[in-house]
């Protein structure tokens, strides 16, 4: 119980982490290839941001389970704003990609419990 609740600030931060990051991939959508100034400079903010976040939580997380969450959950993450904010296609193969993806990352926190 105690180490649980020596993670949480990091698993704060790595939450904070994935939010910059999804933030930072929108903004890149939305710079339509770097040729919209502010969307652009903000994917350079978020980004940095969401890394200096991540730098923190693993501080207290192992690095293996903190980058998995943290690309397994962003990748999640993105794929449904894509599909419900942005237009992006749904297909049950992208459903299923999304399970894998968050099958994979509860097996590796189970293995490290």
């Known amino acids: 119980m105690k180490e649980v ?3 949480a600030p990091g698993w704060w931060l790595l939450a904070g982490a994935i939010l910059l990051e999804v933030t930072g991939t929108i903004c890149l959508k939305i710079s339509q290839g ?3 100034a502010l969307p652009a ?3 350079l903010v978020f ?3 969401a890394f200096v976040l991540m ?3 693993m501080k207290s997380l192992e ?3 903190a980058y998995a969450v943290w ?5 999640a993450l993105t794929a449904v704003i894509g599909v419900f904010l942005l237009g992006e296609s749904f297909h049950w193969q992208k459903l299923f990609g999304i399970a894998c993806i968050i099958l994979g990352v509860t ?3 189970a293995v490290r419990s």
């Open 55 to 57: 730098a923190h939580a």
């Open 47 to 49: 980004s940095g941001a």
């Open 107 to 109: 097996a590796l926190q």
């Open 34 to 36: 770097f040729t919209r």
């Open 63 to 65: 690095m293996g389970v």
């Open 41 to 43: 400079a903000l994917v």
């Open 5 to 7: 609740l020596m993670q």
């Open 71 to 75: 690309a397994g959950a962003g990748t």
